[in-house]
């Protein structure tokens, strides 16, 4: 009995066989679902956050702070304080923090503009930690990951 040598080999040699299958694509969210993490403040306090911004929260954020100078021949230049505000009134939809009475404060522009800087100061940097991580996230993963 003869065996096709060339059969057996063509069969051998064909990657697909041994290939492992390639992952299925999902089709990617086109809308943000609003989802939230908790990050740890100091004194056990802590900050929740939006996970994503949305399209016009982004675009909102992008132009907060934006002074154009008509005495600087209309050159824009950024007002940081403006800038930091609306950045966290943005991201943060609640924190820990209370009153005296033990009553919740809400996020707004006033209390935001109310908190201590070295409060302020730990808030930005937490914030910065997760907008990073968000971003190292998001560019280590393809579209619908």
Known sequence: MAVDQATDTARAA???????EAPAVTKPRRFVVPEFDTLQLSFDDWIRVKRKLT?????????AGLVVS????????????????A????????????DDAGKRIPVSRDTIEALDPDTAAEIIAALDGHVA????AKNGQSIGS
């Open 70 to 85: 008509s005495s600087l021949g209309g050159n824009v230049t950024v007002d940081f304080a403006i800038y930091e505000a």
């Open 55 to 63: 399209y016009g929260e982004a675009r909102r954020l992008r132009s």
């Open 14 to 20: 064909d990657p697909a066989e041994f290939a492992p």
């Open 87 to 98: 950045r966290m009134e943005t991201w943060i939809i609640e924190w820990s923090f209370t």
């Open 133 to 136: 991580g968000a971003e190292e």
